[in-house]
């Protein structure tokens, strides 16, 4: 029998060998009793017993995928948390069981009911389906004491096949043991691809309805390179996967063929994520998601514990450079202890530096005054602060301001602080369209391509309905970031970006021709991307990024990709 590929979406750069298992978890439910036979008190009560066994798996959860994947991955855990907690899905299924519905039933048609409102919203609103999904089967498995397939023990050499996974299916996976995992729904941003490239395990998500042609037991490889995934490989495609599985990690910073600098850095969330970061050969720190040092916890961090985490970041780094990005919450980062109010639009509200001039200013203060003594107390390294969701001149002259303010006031206690590189996410179509105004106010701009891609084409970047128009190969978002590079030629104020588009080795040539000198991303790719910087010529890569803004569409762009 010849190999046959089914593609599908590339997730992690890595490829893996392995046979089939396939993941099934759905369990149907036999014929309810008549309505007169149900016990409503003690289904109920079963039903609140679940609800406590679940927060509980969830809150060990919760806590043993920070240790192993991160704070940032580990904090879906909490949005299931308050769907299990929340007060419209508690009592539907009441008011079910008080009809006659065992709670099983009851579970089962309450949140279908949710997954279906969801399913059909537009936005990040959509992907909470998933998130769902996962708590209805959790409690449906408590509730009928059914067995957790244990995906943790899978045969060594597995490749796990599913319709979709759920964050609580992918925390589990061995990367150890599981030789890689393909899915037919899903898209590169779902939760199953950022733990794939968290846990560094070969993975093709979006396969489609081909994927169910694969049996269990076959021999494939996952390709999450090409985003192919090959039934029946043969002996050459074996070897190239297999040899493709070692990355050589350069730990010197890179330049160009012909001699540019491009530094190459990692995206962390935590103090446990530096060491690794650097184990990969990351030059420093371009994205440092300060949030996660604020969630999941009863009160915000004190100044001297952030001092130390953000010291212990910039001692990693001692030839490099940590960017921080100020707190950053609001929309998906919610904070229990802060007052965060119920937006309709949460993505276009109050978040970000808004916050930070706003509700939270007593914690941006804070927060500047532990990042300036931290880097008043190291020898080496060098600290940048950078601001989230900036749109407005006026923001950014406002908190340049404070910074300043803090710089004084630590001054005149006698610390040796200095103000650090100054500068702002270019995430929002409005900060790009002026950054040729925001280049005056600032060191350095960061692109923030998910939510940039997002805002620009109106397409959430979790949708898989909108998937194509959200793709960072969309003309609309090359002339974005041409708009900001273009603004910042001819300054000193150097331009770098930090979202998943600067990770994707197959775009560092264009993104380097586009005026990028610095590409923050997760650890697992600054192998590959630090290998295409030094495959590229300035020349070659400029040549490129001016055919690619010329293009009318991301066929053409894609075309161009492929060639070059």
Partial sequence: MSERRLPGIDVTPLSGVGTVVWYRPDADLPEPPAPEDVDAEAELE??????????????????????????????????????????????????????????????????????????????????????????????????????????????????????????????????????????VTGGRTSHAAIFARSLAIPAVVGVGEDLESVADGETVVVDGR??????????????????????????????????????????????????????????????????????????????????????????????????????????????????????????LGERG?????????????????????????????????????????????????????????????GVNATMPEFGVMIETPAAALMADVLVEHVDFFSIGTNDLAQYVMAAERGNDAVSELGDFRQPAVLRAIDATTTAAAGTDVWVGMCGEMAGDPRLTELLVGLGLRELSMSALTVPDVKARVSETTLEDAEALAEHALAAADRDEIIELLEQS
């Fill in 226 to 347: 090409s985003g192919d995934v090959v039934v029946n490989p043969d002996e050459a495609t074996v070897e190239a996967a297999r040899g493709g599985a070692a990355d050589d990690v350069v730990e010197e910073a890179v330049t160009t063929a012909d001699g540019t600098d491009v530094e190459v850095a990692a995206n962390v969330g935590t103090p446990q994520e530096l060491a690794p970061a650097a184990e990969r050969g990351a030059d420093g720190v371009g994205l440092f998601r300060t949030e996660f040092l604020f969630i999941e916890r009863d009160d915000a961090p004190d100044e001297d514990e952030q001092y130390e985490a953000y010291r212990d970041a910039i001692e990693t780094f001692p030839d490099g450079r940590v960017v921080v990005r100020t707190l950053d919450v609001g929309g998906d980062k919610p904070v229990p202890y802060l007052d965060l109010p119920e937006e309709e639009n949460p993505f």
């Fill in 46 to 183: 079963a039903f609140e017993l679940a609800v406590a066994e679940a927060e509980a798996e969830l809150e060990a959860e919760r806590e043993r995928t920070a240790d192993r994947v991160g704070e940032e991955e580990a904090a879906v855990f909490d949005a299931h948390v308050q769907f299990l907690n929340d007060p419209q899905i508690a009592s539907g299924v009441e008011e079910r069981v008080e009809d006659g519905r065992p709670a099983t039933h009851a579970v089962r048609e309450t949140f279908d009911e949710f997954v279906e409102q969801f399913s059909g919203m537009e936005g990040k609103m959509a992907e909470r389906a998933d998130d769902l999904r996962d708590v209805r089967d959790r409690l449906l498995r408590l509730l009928t004491d059914g067995e957790r397939v244990d995906l943790a023990s899978l045969p060594e050499g597995s490749v796990v096949l599913a319709e979709r996974l759920t964050p609580s299916d992918t925390a589990q996976l061995d990367p150890e043991r599981v030789a890689g995992f393909a899915t």
């Fill in 353 to 413: 530096i808004r916050r930070s001039l706003g509700p939270d200013a007593d914690l941006f203060e804070t927060q500047l005054r532990a990042l300036l003594r931290a880097d008043a107390d190291t020898d080496a390294g060098s600290l940048a602060v950078m601001l989230p969701l900036v749109t407005t001149v006026e923001e950014v002259e406002a908190a340049r301001g404070v910074l300043e303010g803090v710089v004084d006031d630590l001054a005149a206690e």
